[in-house]
């Protein structure tokens, strides 16, 4: 869908940062997805899809995703407790379908 505008490189770096931002994913064994678990999946489709890839360019595509996640998240440590809340119930419509 997206190929006559961006490249599949593009592509997977943008599902990377997406990826990333998915509240509580688990690895196969059931554990917390963390940045190596990101970045071994990013290197393997790197492999896979002939995405060429740079070791900078994969490094540099988690470092984004963990920035995009960090921004996501920051209103956690705000001093006002309204700001963290206001942005909790923002999400519910996006996690309950019934409020969609």
Do not use: Y
């Amino acid at each position: 869908l997206l190929k006559p505008i961006i490249s599949l490189k593009l592509t997977a770096q943008l599902c990377a940062c997406i990826e990333a931002t998915i509240p509580f994913r688990r690895n196969a064994r059931g554990q917390n997805a963390n940045v190596r678990s990101l970045h071994k999946r990013l290197m393997k489709c790197n492999t896979d899809f002939d995405l060429q890839m740079t070791k900078g360019e994969l490094v540099e595509t988690v470092q984004q995703a963990c920035d995009l996640w960090n921004r996501q998240v920051g209103n956690m440590a705000s001093e006002n407790p309204a700001v963290f809340l206001d942005h909790t119930w923002s999400l519910f419509p996006e996690h309950a379908q019934a409020l969609r």
